[in-house]
Structure formats: structure tokens, C-alpha cells
């Protein structure tokens, strides 16, 4: 009921901003024109796989993407929609409502709106579980709408949600059939004979290429260019899901797959020469797209042969020629690049993956290691803050007193993080809010930094 309410929704929505029914308040176009899709990890990969293969040449909106804090990145995204993003739609996607990219890219979006005077909240989106911090977010401050996502729906195999549906029906992307496609697969994974179940075969073909241990990784190439972006998912999916320290009993197994490629044939002019001759760490997954381009558009250009001919010929000499070196490879063929086939791919990948993790006795569906690194980095944050109140105090005296790195280690108690200060130091000099009052940044040793400005109100918080 609720998967048909939030569907239903979806294509509502998307129709109604499509034809305009729902419109940017001050936009002279009169209806949304651009996304703005800010979100990470499982929140942009799926979306952006998707847009980059199946988005039609001229979309009835086209896509955009915030997958970062790099505040490079994101004035770049602003700067391109330039005054189109008073007919934007932003899309806040976060499942935990609290990721902190997505946090810090929607704060930068929100200031880009308020200095062009446009009121973000009419062309506000967010898809997130209810009641999460981006959910009361959006709904305090009266958002254009709000989308759910369930706990039982992990991000990395979120694309068949909201999360991936709702930016892709906004492109004019046939959404139930890309769910048909993803449904057709689920039930021949359902099927208990292994040769006729393909995820199963892939499962075994991955177990059995990698010793069952991750001892090959799988380089995956798509060999047509809207699904370059088929492998950067398929990272998260696999490597996010199988690398885990502790299998389901407690053992440690440092377990996982790895998982890199960009598409055929460029690759072949890159790093391929390695996967033929080198070292003999990987298996190849060949995706292979039967139908070159669409009907009526072909041509020779050499008597007998299309420049399609040639991509195939690409993708089955490399075949062999690997093949010939003992190198494994597994082809997956599909007929077109459609909704029904991308929807089929995804939903065969996240089928192989469980698989796999079954047979290898590992939980695929927690991240611990990510929570350690998003840890560390609040501590990072928090020591630059303990930096900053120990530089602002010898700054706020008369004369200013510059410090070394070694006495600004002491000041903040701890003298064993000497090596993240100086890091925290040079970044804060390289963005103008510290001064190097002596020496240079390249040897640590030489320097003496102070603030340019005294904040006395931070003196005595
Ligand atoms: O959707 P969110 O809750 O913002 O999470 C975004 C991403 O960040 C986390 O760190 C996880 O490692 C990913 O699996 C997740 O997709």
C-alpha cells in the first residue's frame, strides 16, 4: 500500500511539474526547467547512473548534481544553472535526514537562493524517512513536497524508491517500465533451479573467480557510453555491501570484492595493456548492448561494416585476446538500453550481491567502517575549533603573539595530534583565515601563524 501511495505520488508530482501545473514562484519560463539533486553515496549514484543512461536527449528537465562538500564543486553547479535556478528544483535526498555533505550542500544551495532573492521552500524537494531531521526541515519551513523512504530500503539499493523514480520521471524517464524490468528480474532470481537463476550465476561466477576471499577484482565494462557510469554504482552496490571486517559468526575475514571500470572500448586504451599482460589480480564483466543505435539511423562506413560493428568488434577481440591469457571474463548481454533493461541490471546486481553475501557469510546491508571515518572526521572538526580559540587568543594580545606549530600543539592539549594541527594550520592559511607570520606551509618545522583578526566575543565564550 504505501510503495503504491509513494508511486503514485511520484508520477503525480512529476506530471504535474512536467506540465507546468506546478510552477516556480518567479521564474519567467513559467515552469521548473533544471533539477538540482543534492545528495550522496546510495542518494546520487543511483540517480546519476540512471540519468547519464537513459535521460532523453532534450529532458523536460534536465539534471544536475550536489554529491559533495567541495565548495568548488557546488559554487560550479550554481554558477552553471546561472539565472535558470529560479526555475530549479532542488531535490534534498538523504535516508538518515544527516548526512553532512548533503547537510552542507543544501546550506550552500539555500544561501545561493536567499542572494538571488528567490524563496527556496516553493522549489524544495526532500526524500527522506519520516520524521528525520531533513523530514521536520522541510516540513517546518513548508517545502513544495516531501517523499518518503523506508528503513527497510538500504541507499545503496534505494534506485527503485522515490530516491531514484522521482528525479527520473522528471526527466521523462518511463519509471513503471524500468520497475517492470526490475520485477521481471526479481522473479527469475526467485527461482530455486541455480542455471536458471541469473543472480545465483553471477553470485557463483564472482565466488568462484575470486576464490570465494575477493582475491580477483571485478573490473567492469560497459561497452556503450550511456552506461559509463554503470560501474561507479556498481562500487558502492558490491564494495560498500561485501567489505566487511567480521562475517555473521564473529570471525574475522577482511571479506569484500573490488570493483572499477569505465566503459569499452575507450578502456582499452587505457588500461587494459595491464589487465592482458600484467599482473593477474581481476576478472572482467563485459556488458554488452546488442542494439547499437536506434532503428533507421545506421550506416556503413566501410563496405559492410558500422561504426557499432566496430564497438562489437572491440568487445569480443578483447574477449578472446584475454581469454587467450587465461584472464576470466563474464559477459552480460542485453538487448537495448531501455528503462526495462537498466531496471533489470540494477535489480540483478543487488540480487548477486545478497547472494554472495550469503555464501560468504557476511551482513551486506550495515556500513561500519564508514561510520569509523565519518567519526574521525567530527573529531578532526573539533580539534580545529580547539586550534582556533588557542591561535584567536595569542592573536587578540598586544603585540600579536604568531605561534609556533609545537606551541599550539601544547596550548590545545595535545601534543600527540602536532601532525592534524599542522594540517588544520596550512588549510586554514590556504583559505586566508590564518596568516604565516614566518617560514612556509612545505616544513612545518619553520612556521609561526597567527589570525589576521581578533574575534574578542570568542575570548570569553
Ligand atoms: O542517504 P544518506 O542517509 O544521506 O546516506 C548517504 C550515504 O552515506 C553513508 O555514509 C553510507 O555509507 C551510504 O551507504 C549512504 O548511501
Redesign the pocket.
Known sequence: MKIERTLDSVCNFSDDVISGKIKPPSSPEGRFTQILSV?????ALGPQFVAEALAPDNPPLKIRFIDNTDPAGIDHQIAQLGPELASTLVIV???????PE?RNGLLEVQKAFREAGLNFAKQGVAITQENSLLDNTARIEGWLARFPMYDWV???TSEMSAVGLLAAALQGIDIREMLAGASLMDGANRNPELRNNPAALLALCWYWASDGVGSKDMVVLPYKDSLLLFSRYLQ?LVM?SLGKEFDLDGNRVNQGLTVYGNKGSTDQHAYIQQLRDGVHNFFVTFIEVLRDRPPGHDWELEPGVTCGDYLFGMLQGTRSALYANDRESITVTVQEVTPRSVGALIALYERAVGIYASLININAYH?PG??AG?KAAGEVLALQKRVLAVLNEASCKEPVEPLTVEEVAERCHAPEDIEMIYKIITHMAANDRALIAEGSCGSPRSIKVFLGECNVDALYA
Do not use: D, H, P
Open positions: 545528495g550522496i553515496g546510495g542518494s535526498i538523504s535516508k538518515s535526514g544527516g548526512t548533503t538500504g541507499g545503496r558502492q560498500e556500513q564508514v561510520e565519518k
